[in-house]
């Protein structure tokens, strides 16, 4: 089935300089060189699924924008889409924290290539053409009006051709406030049928809080959560609604689960398993787990097990450095069996 099924992702992929291990990006005299961005890291991890993904986007026509084309070409993700224009690839620079010292990102992506497009730059029969599912996040329409409607273009069009559109919120303050996301990310809601998020973007991104929750106190509350995504489903129609649930001990250490309510196995709000995980890289876990959500929408036999999967896989992305989440799908089934002993496989 994953192999007639076929996922296109549009947004913005960076270069990510990152300080050598736990080291401050000040005592840095070199960095670790990796690409990635939300919907570029939903297509690696598909397409190390097995799903048949493409990335859409606007890179710089330079050797830093070929680089990050042949990243998400060494994954088989279809980069024929890929428009090549504009002066920059963006930036971002990654602390990588520890223990109660928190990660820091320090973004230098003003004027990127990605920035400059608006409704015109791409055509939405080429983009979609044998495609069965769209995914966009919250990040893009953030970078700018004509990333906006480029957004909005591409999520209507979609949903107009039959494709099942799905939607991280992925709310990031660097880029814009909470005002200037409802304004923006409320109705493009109209064009989404899978709605991704945590409590932070249910907030800040579509105004909706869940109740007696701390996400700073290591502590949540499930019933919360469950009225929260009872309510997304209610105000914009979603079919499916999935909240991941991040319970932050540490910079190291955090516990990872996730609930999803939905029209078929999940019409009451189904909270995953729960995985207690040393941290060695969180960026691009909330990518991995749309990925993996995606993927498991599209290939299991209930809408549980497919949230299963996508907990199961995110899990995994968060023991591996980088941004993206390398992993096939062998190896989430084996966690999903072995319940994260962590033993050596021979």
Not at 334 to 341: E, V, W, Y
């Amino acid at each position: 089935m994953a192999g007639r099924q076929r996922v296109v992702t549009f947004g913005e992929i960076m270069l990510r300089l990152s300080s050598p291990g736990f080291s401050k990006l000040v005592q840095a005299s070199s960095f670790d060189v990796n690409y990635g961005g939300g919907e570029a890291n939903v297509a690696v991890s598909l397409a190390s699924f097995g799903i048949n993904a493409a990335f859409v986007s606007t890179i710089p026509a330079n050797d830093i924008g070929q680089a990050a084309i042949n990243s998400l070409r060494a994954f088989g993700v279809d980069t024929s889409r890929i428009k090549r224009e504009g002066k920059r690839l963006g930036i971002y620079f990654l602390e990588t924290g520890a223990s109660q010292r928190a990660s820091r990102v320090i973004y230098d992506r003003a004027g990127s290539a990605i920035s400059q497009v608006n409704e015109d730059s791409f055509d939405a029969d080429d983009v979609f053409e044998g495609a069965t599912w769209f995914h966009w996040t919250g990040i893009t329409p953030a970078l700018g009006e004509g990333p906006a409607h480029a957004v909005a273009k591409l999520a209507k069009a979609a949903k107009a051709k039959g494709l099942r559109v799905s939607s991280d919120l992925n709310y990031r303050a660097k880029l814009w406030t909470p005002a200037e996301a409802q304004r923006v990310m409320r109705p493009l809601m109209e064009h989404v049928d899978v709605c991704i998020c945590n409590e932070e973007d249910a907030q800040t991104s579509l105004g909706l809080e869940p109740e007696n929750t701390d996400i700073h106190s290591g502590e949540l509350d499930e019933s919360g959560y469950a009225k929260l995504a009872t309510r997304l489903q209610k105000d914009f129609g979603f079919d499916t609604v999935a909240i991941t649930l991040r319970e932050s001990y540490s910079a190291s250490r955090n516990g990872w689960s996730a609930i999803m309510l939905d029209n078929k196995d999940c019409k009451n709000a189904y909270r995953s398993s729960r995985y207690d995980i040393q941290i060695v890289d969180r960026v691009g876990g909330g990518d991995s787990f749309a990925a993996g959500l995606i993927a498991g929408l599209l290939t299991k036999a209930s809408t549980r097990d497919a949230l299963e999967f996508a907990v199961a896989a995110s899990c995994l992305k968060q023991t591996i450095p980088g941004d993206i989440n390398p992993v096939a799908t062998a190896e989430v089934e084996s966690l999903l069996k072995s319940g994260g002993s962590g033993r050596v496989q021979r």
